[in-house]
């Protein structure tokens, strides 16, 4: 027995972020998460230019991918989860990993990108703090 899915309370409910842009990278879904992780609520991001997330020194980079995708309607971050940078509405950096899968209208045409995102901030930071350590204790073993 096949159950049918509510694809907007799944999208509504998810724990991670699900950003959907069109082809110019324009918002069209920001779900709760996305509110939870990034600041802005759903009626500040839709509409709005991904550099709402971006931070503004890899922006040029984003851009120039995005459109390459949009041109050639290929990924290739298709099975890679990316981890970069991103920005808060209060200013503060984040770091985040996504996957991301190119959306197609029903005649095949590429109509936009899906990112589901996990804020990985902490995670980034402890990582960081243990290479540190292990970085010091290394030194005086060593010396």
Excluded: C
């Amino acid at each position: 027995m096949q159950v049918a899915i509510d694809y907007r309370q799944l999208v509504a409910v998810i724990g991670d972020a699900v950003i959907i842009s069109d082809k110019g990278g324009s918002i069209t879904l920001w779900n709760a998460a996305a509110t939870r992780m990034f600041g802005f609520t759903e009626e500040e991001a839709l509409g709005q230019s991904l550099d709402l997330i971006i931070p503004e020194r890899l922006r040029g980079r984003h851009w120039d991918g995005y459109q390459k995708t949009m041109a050639s309607g290929e990924t290739r971050y298709g099975t890679d989860v990316l981890r970069v940078p991103a920005i808060h509405k209060d200013g503060r950096s984040l770091s985040i990993a996504f996957s991301v899968a190119l959306l197609h209208s029903p005649q095949q045409e590429l109509t936009g990108i899906v990112a589901v995102i996990r804020d990985e901030t902490t995670r980034f930071l402890e990582d960081r703090n243990l290479r540190k350590r292990l970085a010091e204790l290394e030194v005086r073993v060593s010396a």
